[in-house]
T-cell receptor, first 111, second 117 residues
């Protein structure tokens, strides 16, 4: 069964304390992996798309990487405004396209 | 650019009534729109995908007669929850893609919180 697992469920950091969020997947027919940011009570905001192992994408303090089994979202020197839930999703093709979301990692950054 | 709006942002309705939620792409033409629901502290669950001018494709387990989706124009899709019940209470979010969207890129609306009493 296709599955996407994000860890940790919640992460508390001090401002400036770099860390990584993990998204592991067991799927067949991967067609892309996506990262989103979601603030409470709002819709997700698209961050990155990764297609193949070894690929990396960066945006401000965020850097996403992809291997054959997992993706990492690295946060360098986070600020309080980076506090949000970060969602990972994979797009697979098994006779038809399907997008599967992980449960998310809630990040809290304290000043 | 790529702004998606939803209306209403929240709605309370009585059990047995129907409620319509609108999703609009404000500055681009949305060839594909997606409808999700999200329960508290849970991830997004895709309900259906709709392409402009054609019938929506529903995910397995989603009742198409209960959740009516219309995508009549390139800027508007509607989700109607018919004969709503308390278990339909949830956060409904739409997203949209246009012809120029990069693969996998979706622009999400702010969501609509539905409470059925």
């Amino acid at each position: 069964e296709d599955q996407v697992t994000q860890s940790p469920e919640a992460l508390r950091l001090q401002e400036g304390e770099s860390s990584s969020l993990n998204c592991s997947y067991t799927v067949s027919g991967l067609r892309g992996l996506f990262w989103y940011r979601q603030d409470p009570g709002k819709g997700p905001e698209f961050l990155f798309t990764l297609y193949s192992a070894g690929e990396e994408k960066e945006k401000e303090r965020l850097k996403a990487t992809l291997t054959k089994k997992e993706s990492f979202l690295h946060i360098t020197a986070p600020k309080p405004e980076d506090s949000a839930t970060y969602l990972c999703a994979v797009r697979v093709y098994t006779g038809g396209f399907k997008t599967i979301f992980g449960a998310g990692t809630r990040l809290f950054v304290k000043a | 650019g790529a702004v998606v709006s939803q209306h209403p942002s929240w709605v309370i309705c009585k059990s047995g009534t129907s409620v319509k939620i609108e999703c609009r792409s404000l500055d681009f033409q949305a060839t594909t729109m997606f409808w999700y629901r999200q329960f508290p502290k849970q991830s997004l669950m895709l309900m259906a995908t709709s392409n402009e001018g054609s019938k929506a494709t529903y995910e397995q387990g989603v009742e198409k007669d209960k959740f009516l989706i219309n995508h009549a124009s390139l800027t508007l899709s509607t989700l109607t929850v018919t004969s709503a019940h308390p278990e339909d209470s949830s956060f409904y979010i739409c997203s949209a893609r246009g012809l120029r969207s990069r693969a996998g890129e979706q622009y999400f609306g702010p969501g609509t919180r539905l409470t059925v009493t």
